[in-house]
């Protein structure tokens, strides 16, 4: 399921809060936010006073002894507003005590001691509390061996549960979605999980749940649930105090849906979660790390972004969503607390155009509680009221006027929601039967109403498609231009690892590296790798179903004298790895379907080559077959083995003077070769022919100074990766049919580190690494025989090696086009390659054509391979749509979004007829003719070409 939120960027705002005396305590978030103020504890050591600082930093003045709510004696453990009135505010402390502020909607202008509602008597202190999120007035406690449910409006604890089990304080409470249930966790390891109206026994037997994972061992700092499904977020530590997120379906308790041990640094974690987004804030107490996740698939926790901040994070909350800035697309906004400041995090998600974007603001709930305290306690159970966040600026929750009360602000709220209770009435009629009347007659105007607007859809649907259709007709200037700009399908492809090491394969020690970047292979079964071992080789062959700690006393697949110096493991046979050395061994491996348990000295086939062994290929469409190649005193050879006899029938000797780097198979079933060496020559080979007559081209790439790789193309192409001279690094295309000069040259860089690739012919996409480095760049072949770069994806781990997976362990349903493994210094990291798209409830068949089978192989031998001679052999292609699924191609036509209106709007004025002016013109090059006709038109005599007659038209007695 893609998130609209997964673009979405923190911001740090530079109008900071400065010059603050603030403190924090145990593991509370440490501040609150809601719609005008930001309340955080004032002072440090045991100081019980809360400070209130506006929610837009413009309005905050710099004020070392600002005016104080004196809340407690004892610092303050925990604060929060109330979800159902912006300007009410619940502390506890130590003290015992949980109180209700009434604050100014401008702020304090002298210090508030009297507070709106006190509960004492809880003896030990309280620790956390979270309001009902329906109920008004309902707020759960934690504290000493008890949670306790309080209602404020009738200031009394309604609700004790003293549970022995509890033998250390109770850290944190939060409320389901509904307020049918109540989580709270304690220092004991263990998390409960109850409703608060049922009697203390049935609490006891069917709610206290330990927190998964741990034996007792795993320490929650915090509680949360996710919205309206009810599932529960458990925040911790592991057994070795590393960050851990256990989420939870309360029908399963015993299972958990996610669990994610998390890269960062020991402590207090700071969690915060948006039930409307399904964002995810988390951070560690003192880090100057913020990390945003998306929670839209529950059982993948996807990391968005992150923000670096520069003093360490103390506290971290959330503000209320309708004090957002909505015109810039400010989904979010956090506040970050630290030694001395507070600074807002704005959460933007881009987009083209500013203003109100709608599918940004999902439902939220409103101010208005759904339940009494008292209909609660009676059994009911309601979920919040949820409202556009359009309503909060038609009914503004707090007054503008700085003389408005609380209570005066609370009435407005009241009043104005029951204004809209008016607006939606209608008054009843005496009459029954006008009454049923009036029903159907309304159904009849929704339903018509429904169906004008399912054929404006379809109207403007197809009226956009005749627009796109019609501006296609382009010149052809026009045309080169737009497609020189245009972006590939895949230009923003996502490369995704999972964050926890349990999905790793980590604690590996890797040998030699292997020439061409390929010290790692793999299949969908098993990955292998060079072992650094003590005596002789170790070649680690591990199940892909077993990720976790490998260490250093694996079991390894043992045969040669010397380090291996190449491998690869069979796609068509999932257990046969073939393996070469410098002693000239070429040895065939028949792994354990289940993996190793010891390690494996005996060979399915062990034969002694010409020299050392440069490299080995398994044939992609021949079963049992191999291709090796070596190079001895009598000069290189290249070889196809049969697994079953042992025997060569293919001998390809004295084609190459130098050592050969690496061969491919071409895809009309393998009947060509392409070889690459080190005299700098790329060989056409067809296998199947005499060894004379066996070179059906060569040439001399541009990449040929050293480590040239070769790789086919469905098309009838190949291409080249390398290095050139004075250590360029490019990548070429090359037309079989015409080999003397490149169809496209791409140059990357200038370095040393060595190389490694992977084509995937099925989307036209090349991945190259460098041994090194961290960055993988990717190419595309287009349809224009070019080889275009896309883009480029940086990590912090270091390449030491590459293999990718078959397209069917890709999950097509998430539009995964790839999955690959990459090598690290000691651990294996699973990466897979997404692609965005909206509508992912369709097959993406525009990104995945039939790809070839990798289940049978065409030939049962390589004696039927030579045989088949020149036929034409066509290969076997499977289609990766799920059962169920529609294609994209044939799904139905997507409803116009703003934009694609807009546009449709724009031309259809363009093409509206302008008026006539009065003159009858409605261009403007009818009236330039129409003055350059009337000019030409004119007599050449003017009254400026007039002389005069006589000169008696003037007396000379008017000169006087």
Known sequence: MSSTFRYAQCKPSKDVYKELQVGTNGTALGLSASLAHVAVPWGVGSNGSVALLPTDPAKFVRNTSPKLIRAHGPAVTDLAWSPHDPLKLATCSGDGCVKLWSVPADGLSEDLKQAEATVAGFKGGLHAMSFHRSAAGVLAVGGKNTASVVDLAQQKSVLDFAISGWSKDVIDVDWSFDGSMLAAAG????????????????????????????????????????????????????????????????????????????????????????????????????????????????????????????????????????????????VQRLFKLSDSTIQPISVMVPRKMAGFHEELYPLTPSFESSLTADAWLGGSNAEPKLVDILHFVRHPPIASSSSTSAAAAAAATTSSADDDDTKTKKPESTNSTESEQQKQQQQQQQQAGQEEEEKKTEQSTNEYERLVSANKAKSAVRSRIDSALAKSAFQHTMPTQPMSRTSHYFDVKPGNNLPLGRTLSCNDKFF?????AIGGSGVLVHPLAKPGRIGAKAPLVRGHKSQVSCLELSKLHDTLLVSGGPSGHVRV??????????DLHDAVLDVVTSGKVTSVRWHPYAAQTFVSSSVGF?????????????????????????????????????????????????????????????????????????????????RGQLLTLGFGPMSKRSVSLWDMKDLSKPLNTVQLDRDNSTMM??????????????????????FQVTKANRVEFIRMWSGSELLSGMAFLSKRACNVRNVEIAKFLKLTQDTVIPVTVTVPRKRKEFFQDDLFPPTLSVDKPVFASVDDFVQAGSKH????????????????????????????????????????????????????EEVVDHFRAAVATMPVSNIWDARQESGDDISDSEWD
């Open 187 to 330: 220092k004991n390891q263990v998390m409960h999980l109850f409703d608060p109206r049922a009697a203390a026994s049935d609490v006891l037997a069917s709610g206290a749940v330990p927190v998964p994972g741990g034996n007792g061992r795993v320490r929650p700092s915090h509680v949360m649930f996710l919205g309206a499904d009810n599932h529960l977020l458990v925040c911790g530590q592991d057994q070795f105090r590393k960050p851990l997120l256990t989420l939870l379906d309360p029908r399963k308790m015993d299972t958990p849906v996610l669990r994610e041990s998390l890269n960062m640094s020991s402590g207090v974690m700071l969690p915060v979660y948006d039930a409307d987004t399904h964002m995810l804030f988390l951070t560690m107490r003192g880090s100057s790390l913020l990390t945003a996740f998306d929670l839209t698939n529950r059982s993948t926790l996807r990391q968005t972004t992150q923000c670096a901040v520069k003093t360490g994070v103390l506290g971290l909350t959330l503000t209320h969503k309708a004090a957002l800035d909505t015109d810039h697309s400010e």
């Open 634 to 714: 009598s000069g290189a050879s290249v070889r196809l083995w049969d697994v079953n006899t042992g025997q060569s029938p293919v001998h390809l000797a004295n084609l190459h003077e130098e050592p050969v780097e690496d061969i491919a198979f071409n895809y009309d079933a393998g009947a060509l070769m392409a070889t690459s060496a080190r005299d700098r020559l790329v060989r056409i080979i067809d296998p199947r022919v005499a060894a004379a007559d066996c070179v059906v081209n060569s040439f001399q790439p541009v990449e040929s100074v050293r480590d040239t790789t070769v790789m086919f193309t469905s």
């Open 589 to 598: 491996t028949q792994v354990p379907e289940a993996g190793l348990t010891a």
């Open 873 to 924: 052999v066509d290969l076997p292609r499977v289609s990766l749509q799920p059962d169920g699924m529609t294609p994209l191609s044939e799904a139905p036509a997507e409803e116009l979004t703003t934009a694609q209106k807009k546009y449709v709007n724009r031309i259809k004025e363009a093409e509206k007829p302008k008026p006539k002016n009065f003159m009858g013109h409605t261009r403007d």
């Open 757 to 778: 690739s992977h084509f995937d012919d099925d989307t036209g996409l090349l991945y190259v690494g460098s041994s090194g480095a961290g960055a993988i760049r990717l």
């Open 528 to 532: 292998a790798m060079p072992w650094k």
